[in-house]
């Protein structure tokens, strides 16, 4: 056989056969040792032929093994993310049904405030709840006892089959005693628990609130707007816009109707502060001379504004005679009270930080050691309550800019008058700025108290009183104030359209005359500092103040 025919055989195209008679001629034609070299090729050819199968059979698998791997991580990922997506939506649903419960919870104490059936109480009723609120046990919760049971719900919501149930608690947390009154806080808890009907999954919040009560004889500044029954026609409601400036509060301010007069009707107490006098019983001539350093003797004081000097400790100002003028004014860190009747001016300069003050006279000026206390009392009618600006000469003369500041940041000052009181111009605190038509001090508050007590100081007897707000420019009338008035109550006449008031109302009566009122009612200064320069009602009191939001937040 030739290596011609060998090749020939060898080298044929993949996937030809031989026949088998070939095939056997072949092998037995050729010697052994090439017989074995055939073999060898014939055999390596077809283990090659085997190995590229099984390589592919491998790599098949895997990919196989991959691609199920993957699937099943896909499905157990969808699955996954299908539960969590189910687990928020669930808890996004109870948490509306808690929302639900907690904010119906609260329209309930919305809604008892508005009714709160407060004003004037008995003297025997005061003490009874005196008692109660010092005896240490669940007595302390007569306040709120209307109220909580009201807040326990239970409803559903029939078309998003939302279920919500509250339970409340309360607990007294702080109880201050004033004296003449009393400042009692509770903390309200609501516990919300809502769930979707058909589902155990279930959520709970809880919010907390604080609600504020003061009851006895109040200061009358802690009153937004109060009116004696009758006092007020219908249709001067509609003019009155009344808005708290303290934040958070969740209680609507609106008109106090008084059934019975509380403004008192003796100024007595106060005057007795001023004068340096020790719980007198009248203010007789004698008494009145002694304790303005005149001569002795039962003549009457004549007309005139006289300082309280005293060894124990500051006085006040006592002025004798109706007022023409009363200018309040600011000489840098300073305060300025300017009196003037007829031809005769009188100025006090003083500083509240610091000890000393100036005193000028139409006889000269006097520089004295001693603090003012800045009480101010007028037995008699002031004719214009005014702002003033200083003048080269050191005096005031009234002032032509009615957005200056006209007392200190800070200062409490109490005017109690004896007559009418005529305001004329715009009275603001220093620091005090207006934002969107809207008042706000960001510093130390001030406090002014002017009260028209309708009532001669020595003889008791009933004069014409009450605040009049004449306004003598066309521009809104600012009185950052708070304002008592007696006799005639409140009049507003003059020229300005509109009045603002920074503070409070206490009034017999009030006449807008067609003109709008808008009270904004700043947070008080401290119960402390300002209890001796503050007027008390007439009779006791109890007065729900503010309700805040403290907390809102999940407890399960």
């Known amino acids: 056989m030739s290596w011609s025919f060998f090749l020939k055989i060898f080298l044929k195209p993949p996937g030809c056969k031989l026949p088998q008679i070939q095939k056997a001629s072949f092998f037995q034609n050729l010697l052994p040792e090439k017989k074995i070299k055939a073999l060898n090729i014939f055999h390596s050819r077809n283990n090659s032929h085997f190995r590229e199968s ?70 025997k009723v005061f003490q009874e709840l005196k008692t109660f609120l010092t005896s240490g046990n669940e007595k302390q919760l007569v306040l709120l006892d209307s109220v909580l049971n009201s807040l326990e719900i239970a409803q559903t919501d029939e078309f998003s089959r939302l279920a919500w149930e509250t339970l409340p608690a309360a607990k007294l947390t702080r109880l201050d005693d004033y004296g003449p009154y009393l400042k009692t806080t509770y903390e309200l808890m609501i516990e919300a628990t809502g769930k979707v009907q058909g589902f155990r999954w279930e959520k709970a919040e809880q919010v907390n609130l604080e609600i504020t009560f003061f009851l006895g004889k109040l200061p009358l500044n802690r009153l937004p707007f109060s009116v004696y029954l009758d006092g007020l026609k219908k249709e001067d409601e509609s003019n009155i816009k009344i808005t708290r400036l303290g934040p958070n509060n969740l209680k609507r301010d609106k008109i106090i109707i008084t059934e019975i007069p ?45 300082l309280v000097k005293d060894d124990l400790g500051p006085g006040g100002l006592y002025v004798q005679g109706n007022v023409d003028e009363l200018l309040l004014g600011l000489d840098g860190n ?143 009338l600012k009185v950052a104030a708070n304002l008592i008035a007696a006799g005639e109550g409140l009049k507003i006449n003059g020229l300005a359209a509109e009045t603002e008031i920074i503070g409070t109302l206490t009034a017999r009566a009030v006449d807008l005359g067609k003109r709008k009122l808008s009270l904004f009612v700043p947070e008080p200064v401290l119960d402390e500092l300002s209890s001796e320069l503050s007027v008390y009602s007439a009779e006791n009191l109890l007065y729900l103040d503010k309700i805040k939001m403290k907390k809102w937040g999940d407890i399960r």
């Open 334 to 476: 300073f305060q300025l009270i300017q009196f003037r009747q007829e031809d005769r001016r009188w100025l006090v300069r003083f500083s509240p930080d610091r000890y000393g003050l100036e005193f000028f006279t139409p006889e000269g000026k006097e520089e004295l050691e001693q603090s003012l206390l800045p009480i101010i009392m007028v037995n008699g009618r002031i004719d214009s309550l005014a702002g003033g600006e200083k003048k080269i000469s050191g005096w005031l003369e009234p002032n032509e800019n009615s957005d200056q500041p006209v007392y200190l940041r800070g200062i409490q000052l109490t005017l109690v008058c004896s007559g009418k009181i005529n305001i004329t111009s715009n009275l603001l605190a220093e620091g005090l700025k207006f934002q969107d038509g809207v008042p706000y001090l960001r510093e130390k508050q001030s406090q002014l108290i002017i009260w028209s007590t309708a009532k001669d100081f020595q003889t008791q007897e009933s004069v014409d009183g009450g605040i009049i707000l004449a306004g003598q420019k066309p521009d809104v």
């Open 262 to 306: 509380i403004i008192p009707d003796d100024a007595l107490p106060l005057l007795a502060r001023g004068l340096k006098l020790f719980r007198p019983d009248g203010l007789p001539n004698w008494l009145l001379r002694q304790a303005l350093g005149l001569t002795p003797g039962n003549e009457k004081v004549p007309d005139g504004v006289y």
């Open 54 to 123: 099984g390589s592919l059979l491998i790599i098949c698998c895997l990919l196989m093994a991959l691609f199920v791997t993957l699937g099943l991580g896909l499905l157990l990922n969808a699955q996954m993310f299908f539960q969590v997506q189910a687990a928020r939506k669930m808890n996004r649903l109870n948490s509306y049904a808690c929302e639900n419960g907690a904010k119906e919870a609260i329209g309930q104490v919305v809604s008892w405030a508005d009714e709160f059936s407060g004003g004037e109480i008995e003297e």
